[in-house]
Each structure stands twice: as C-alpha cells, then as structure tokens.
C-alpha cells in the first residue's frame, strides 16, 4: 500500500502545501484539506483516500484560478461559474469551488451587485432600470440587483430626475458643435441606452436644447 512520505509547503503557491507519496509529488493541497483528510506522513493510502485527496486537488485548482480571475474582475457567482466551465473545469468541481468561495468571503452576489450599481449609478448615470437589467446579464437574481439598486439610491442620495439631468448636461457639452437636429438625436439615443424613460429623456433633451438657444440669442 502506498504511503504517505512528505507533506511540505509549496514554494510556487503560498498557503498550499505538496503532498508526496512514497517520496514522488503526488497532490498539491490546503492545509483545511490536509486536516479535514487527517493526512499526515506515514499514513498509508486506501483507494478512497487516493480519491478524496484527487478530487481535492482538482477543487483547490480551480479555486486558485477562480481567485485570480476575481482579482481581475469582480463578478457574480453565476457568471464566474458559467467562465470557469467553458475553461474547460467540471460543473461539479466547479460548485464546490464556488461554495468555498462564498463561505471563505471571496464571491458575494450582494456585495458585487452593490458595489456594481454604485459604479455605474454615480459614473455613468445608468438608471434603475438599466442597473438592473445589467446585474441580471451578470448573472444576478432580480430580487438581489433591486434590493442593491434601492440600497446604493438610498444610501448615496441619489435622485434619478438629477442623475439624467447631470448625464445630460455632460454629454450635451460634447456634442454642442452639432447640427441642433442632430445633437438632439444623438443625446436622445445616449439617455435612451442608460434607461431612462421616453418622457423623462424628452423633458431633459427639450429644457437643454431651449437653454442652448437662449444661450446663442
């Protein structure tokens, strides 16, 4: 029966530990793993064991990888899971990984959702509308990306007439050396894709448009 030899701090990969049977590498694992498997050197290796410690290695590898691509991008559970399975990981290993994640804090759909909309709420001035349906395309549940949207309005103060009118105004200074016709189009279709209501867009374009002809009389 194989044996344990060697259990040893991985020099590439800080917090993960290599495991060697019978003095070759054999599993690169968590010291939560270790423990939970009570490996330890000497111990010897059944079938079960063997199979335990290699779907562990294989969860602990996407784990990583999941890890480094939430340094890059913060995403949802969902959408994390959907990339992580097209890289080519099994859907089973890859839900354990993403549970782990969530229990050790790394993946939070409501924090994401929230962090979301305040980005894009007070950067690019999407509505409520448009910031939910951004959160569903990430992958988060209705119920969740309106109780963020709510949340992040109420908490930073923000007032959806002033968030248009700010956005507008903004994007109207860039367009001002326009044809009027067109300039007005243009901004139309800007509010339009931020998801601001027909009429709420046809008031702002309106009161800017009348002000920049009072501004040349």
Do not use: C
Request: charged share 35%; glycine share 4%; proline share 3%.
């Amino acid at each position: 029966m194989q044996t344990i030899t060697s259990i040893a701090p991985d020099p590439r990969r800080q917090g993960r530990f290599l495991v060697a049977v019978d003095g070759k590498p054999r599993a690169t694992l968590s010291v939560e793993a270790i423990d939970r498997l009570r490996l330890a050197q000497g111990k010897a290796l059944d079938q079960p064991l063997e199979l335990e410690i290699a779907r562990e290695t294989m969860v602990l590898d996407v784990f990583d990888r999941a890890l480094d691509m939430l340094a890059l991008t913060a995403r949802s559970s969902k959408d994390l899971r959907q990339r992580l399975v097209r890289k080519g990981a099994s859907p089973e290993i890859v839900d354990l990984a993403i549970e782990r994640l969530q229990h050790a804090g790394y993946l939070d759909d409501a924090s994401f959702a929230r962090q979301f909309a305040r980005s894009k709420a007070l950067g690019s001035g999407l509505s409520r509308r448009r910031l939910v349906q951004e959160l569903s395309r990430k992958g988060v549940s209705r119920e969740l990306s309106s109780e963020a949207v709510d949340s992040v309005f109420e908490d930073e103060h923000i007032d959806e007439a002033e968030n248009i009118e700010r956005v507008a105004r903004k994007k109207f200074r860039s367009l001002a050396k326009l044809e009027p016709r067109v300039r007005a189009r243009r901004l139309f279709a800007f509010l339009a894709r931020r998801g601001y209501d027909v009429d709420e867009i046809t008031r702002v374009v309106s009161a800017l448009d009348a002000s920049a002809d009072i501004d040349v009389e």
